[in-house]
């Protein structure tokens, strides 16, 4: 059974910084494209930033240049490094793993809420 569970999240005040962590069991992570969603309320779920097994990374606009997506094959692990946060960047944030091949593999975390306010 494979399990994702999100940690790192938070309230935080504008401009910080927070790191979400996506940890893994019951499958490695070979040949998984690893993401970052995000979901406000009343609203479709968006792809923040992605990371291909070969380490392609994409991310959405409006997170280019302050998100950062990681992962660590070995501990099956994926991490978003987000700075200079903004108010506008409250919502629940999902993990995500999905085969690139077998796409019926495609697995989600619980959600962990970041919260950007002073």
């Known amino acids: 059974q494979v399990q994702l569970v999100e940690s790192g999240g938070g309230l935080v005040q504008p401009g910080g910084s927070l790191r979400l962590s996506c940890a893994a069991s019951?499958?490695?992570?070979?040949?998984?494209?690893l993401g970052w969603y995000r979901q406000a309320p009343g609203k479709q779920r968006e792809l923040v930033a992605s990371?291909?097994?070969?380490?392609?990374?994409n991310y959405a606009d409006s997170v280019k240049g302050r998100f950062t997506i990681s992962r660590d094959n070995a501990k099956t692990t994926v991490y978003l490094h987000m700075n200079s946060l903004k108010p506008e960047d409250t919502t629940v944030y999902y993990c995500?793993?999905?085969?690139?091949?077998?796409?019926?593999?495609?697995?989600w975390g619980q959600g962990t809420q970041v919260t950007v306010s002073s």
């Open positions: 990371v291909t097994s070969g380490g392609r990374t």
């Open positions: 019951g499958t490695s992570f070979s040949g998984y494209v």
């Open positions: 995500n793993a999905k085969h690139a091949i077998a796409g019926y593999l495609d697995y």
